[in-house]
């Protein structure tokens, strides 16, 4: 069974960098023909689409975060991870992984993580 | 870069009653791209439905999606206490719209 779970710092210091890694148990990010996305929650907001990753391809991010996201993939660890700079208090949220399904020419999220808050302050 | 517009914004309704929700697309987008998500407190959003008209594994056929061009719809045919949650729908496995909350009247 498919299984997402993300981890990282739940505090991160305005300016600094915030390093999210997402591990993938029952499937393989490095064989399997689907893509992997960050999404986030700000907290009384909506979901916020962060960006997606297709191993090995390349990565294609949501363009008000473009600027300051990178989206990688560790194929040995069966990972992957998201970098977002210069943060501010606008950067806390949940955060969530999520597997994006591309069978048959659909396009959907169908396997999430539970999600992981960041709270941005000194 | 698609945008999407859902409304309302809240909705305010008692178990029992049939709802329709909206999802407006800034330009013509394909029905394969279409997928809509119920997102509860402290879950993870769950997939109801893709390909903007089929529902995702496990979800009670109550739910249903149609739509083509630039307006989806979400429906519920009769609502259970536990479809209180905000709706999301999503565009080509990214954007998403801002959300529909459905509370209890």
């Known amino acids: 069974q498919l299984q997402l779970q993300e981890t990282g710092p739940g505090l991160v210091k305005p300016s600094e960098t915030l390093s999210l890694t997402c591990s993938v148990s029952g499937a393989s990010i490095g064989r399997d023909t689907y893509y992997w996305g960050w999404i986030r929650q700000p907290p009384g907001r909506g979901l916020e689409w962060i960006g997606n990753i297709y191993y090995p391809g390349s990565a294609s991010y949501n363009p008000s975060l473009e600027s300051r996201v990178t989206i990688s993939a560790d194929t040995s660890k069966n990972q992957f991870s998201l970098k977002l700079n210069s943060v501010t208090a606008a950067d806390t949220a949940v955060y969530y992984c999520a597997r994006r399904s591309v069978l048959h020419g659909y396009y959907y999220m169908d396997v999430w993580g539970k999600g992981t808050t960041v709270i941005v302050s000194s | 870069e698609i945008v999407l517009t859902q409304s309302p914004g809240t909705l305010s309704l008692s178990p029992g009653e049939r709802v329709t929700l909206s999802c407006r697309a800034s330009?013509?987008?394909?029905?394969?791209?279409i997928a809509w998500y119920q997102h509860k407190p402290g879950q993870a959003p769950r997939l109801l439905i893709f390909g903007a008209s089929t529902r995702a594994t496990g979800i009670p056929d109550r739910f249903s999606g149609s739509g083509s061009g630039t307006d989806f719809t979400l429906t519920i045919s009769r609502l259970e206490p536990e479809d209180f949650a905000v709706y999301y729908c999503?565009?080509?496995?990214?954007?998403f719209g801002q959300g529909t909350k459905l509370e209890i009247k």
């Open positions: 330009q013509r987008v394909g029905t394969s791209f």
């Open positions: 999503q565009h080509y496995g990214s954007t």
